[in-house]
């Protein structure tokens, strides 16, 4: 325990070094007005006036047209898999997996219905899945950018360039600190090279096949850009992607690091530093309380099994132990990485609903890169609402107007997951075929746990998280379709949403604080934005938690 309490304190110890220089960096990607000669070239190739800003729509059309085209190139790509170099002698992926990768990893999903090391070649998994895990980071950044703008903004109709904004968090961002984390994994013991599958004689005199791989590059993008899409199929519970428990410590400040600095560059940008330390408190509370509980439940180790062995360690590695699985199954569940270096699946019954509830808050705690700030924004402008009515206080958020038009978008906002997961859950047992081939192929274990495993699917598809409870069977023509297009709609209608909401923001004239303006940097807010946010999400899923973790762990 004393270990997990130090590696617990390292991390929090690591993320505050690098909060202000990284937070002030990202500030200053996206407020300068000079344009480098990569970027200049870019933009020429592409036909973009760096100089022209777009209103809600023209970005939101952007984005759309832009992730369109991801998700044709990267199914093409694996429909010619057979035909390209690189690929190892693998076939084709097939028609429904092959569109439930394009969606996934264009989504920031990354979501993975196959086995990586014995269905992808190295051409796809890099020019394919890697290009995909900056472009996805790119865009939910500048989403994220784009609504900050609104906030800071007096009367415009346009939020930036999304061209811009995109080419910006990729060429000054995230590949120069992927290209450094890369370096680091490879000293830490990760593997980086082109050499195929080595044949090996085994101690028991066997003969077993060893993949290597481009990893190193790839999961320094998988975890900086809070992707998760894992090279082999074991995920970071792989020595080649996670060798030491120094990588594990270090691979969680890489799925932190970014959202959590975003605070920061939120607070610079609006010119007001302490609405960005606000924030970063409910975020962090969130990420402490949930740490804690879940590791707790893991040491307790509920039931004859764990209680045996001294404590829940089966699923876990054993290089990493129950602190190292619980801190990185936190991280990864609250960021929207969904990397596991451990199987959730197997996590006692209540512990293996913290992933789960980690999910369903909306992925704000402190969520994906870009995606977990506009989360947290859009439930301070509910906060906000809600605390004028209590309170008779003038709904403002930094100097504008909380109305009748931007209470629906956020409210659309905050339906459209929850909506997305409970929906598709119940179609899954609620028509008689689907449900036979669910409890026949997909479930491992049936019962309470059988219907988490389903549920867990649909949470995690729909927040674009991508952690699997690993005892589902999803590559079935009705879940390669289904969580296809939840993952689709669980990440392009709220950034709709979100858009709409910036746009009438930013047309809005900021009003100066009044006595009736409520303060939005004291900790009273921030305990309030908690509370609102538990309120309005988690609790949402009490009932069908009631049908699944909680039935299973009052057994």
């Keep these: 325990m004393w270990f997990t309490i130090a590696q617990a304190a390292t991390l929090v110890l690591v993320l505050a070094v ?24 870019l933009y020429r190739i592409i036909g973009v006036d760096p100089s022209a800003s777009q209103t809600w729509q023209a970005y939101a059309r952007s984005i759309l047209a832009f992730s369109l085209v991801g998700v ?73 950018v784009a609504l900050i703008r609104s906030l800071a903004a007096r009367r415009t109709l346009t939020l930036g360039n999304f061209w811009v904004d995109l080419i910006r968090g990729i060429m000054r961002l995230l590949l120069p600190l992927s290209a450094i984390t890369a370096i680091l994994l490879m ?25 290597g791989g481009p990893v190193a590059s790839q999961e320094a993008i998988k975890l900086l850009g809070t992707n998760g899409g894992g090279f082999f199929n074991a995920n970071s519970a792989h020595p080649f992607e996670n060798p030491t428990p120094l990588t594990n410590l270090f691979q969680c400040v890489l799925m932190l690091a ?116 506009y989360g947290m924004l859009v439930l301070a402008i509910i906060t906000v609402f809600i605390a004028g009515l209590l309170v008779g ?71 674009n998280n991508g952690s699997a409870f690993a005892g589902l069977t999803a590559n079935t023509p009705w879940l390669t379709t289904t969580l296809g297009l939840v993952m689709l709609l669980g990440r392009f209608l709220p950034i709709l949403w979100v858009l709409a909401l910036a746009g009438t923001l930013g047309a809005q004239d900021r009003v100066p604080s009044t006595a009736g303006t409520l ?3 004291k900790p009273q807010f921030s305990m309030l934005l908690g509370s609102i946010t538990l309120i309005v999400t988690a609790l949402t899923f009490f009932p069908v938690l009631v049908l699944g973790p909680l039935a299973e762990g009052l057994l």
């Design 72 to 144: 044709l190139l990267l199914y093409a790509l694996q429909r010619l898999q057979g035909w390209l170099p690189l690929a190892l002698g693998l076939p084709a992926v097939p028609q429904g997996l092959a569109f439930n990768t394009a969606a996934s990893f264009v989504t920031n999903t990354n979501w993975q219905s196959y086995s990586g090391e014995s269905t992808m070649g190295y051409l796809v998994q890099a020019v394919g899945l890697g290009v995909q895990n900056f472009a996805s980071a790119a865009v939910g950044l500048a989403v994220a």
């Design 393 to 463: 206080r003038t709904p403002e958020y930094l100097g504008k107007k909380i109305g009748t038009r931007e209470i629906k978008l956020a409210s659309l906002y905050l339906l459209t997951v929850p909506t997305l997961i409970l929906s598709f859950t119940a179609i899954s047992f609620a028509i008689p075929v689907i449900r036979a081939e669910i409890e026949s192929v997909s479930i491992l274990n049936p019962g309470p746990h059988g219907f988490s495993e389903v549920l867990y699917a649909f949470t995690s598809a729909a927040n």
């Design 519 to 521: 303060p939005t940097h």
């Design 258 to 373: 970014i959202p959590f600095a975003l605070t920061r560059t939120f607070g610079v940008m609006v010119g007001n530093k302490k609405q960005g330390y606000t924030i970063l408190a409910v975020m962090g509370g969130f990420f402490l309380i949930s740490l804690t509980v879940l590791t707790l439940l893991e040491y307790a180790g509920a039931g004859t099994g764990p209680q045996a062995a001294g404590a829940a360690l089966e699923g876990k590695e054993q290089r990493f132990g129950i602190g190292g699985s619980t801190l990185f199954g936190t991280t990864s569940t609250l960021t929207s990485t969904g990397a596991v270096n451990s199987m959730h699946d197997s996590f006692t019954a209540l512990g293996g609903m913290l992933p789960l509830l980690n999910m369903m808050l909306g992925e704000v705690a402190p969520g994906g890169v870009g995606s977990g700030l």
């Design 187 to 211: 000293a830490g013991g990760v593997i980086q090279n082109l050499n195929g599958f080595t044949d090996v004689t085994t101690l028991s005199g066997g003969v077993q096949s060893i993949p």
């Design 18 to 41: 690098l909060y202000r220089p990284l937070g002030d960096y990202m500030a200053r990607v996206y407020t300068s007005t000079r344009d480098t000669k990569v970027e200049r070239g």
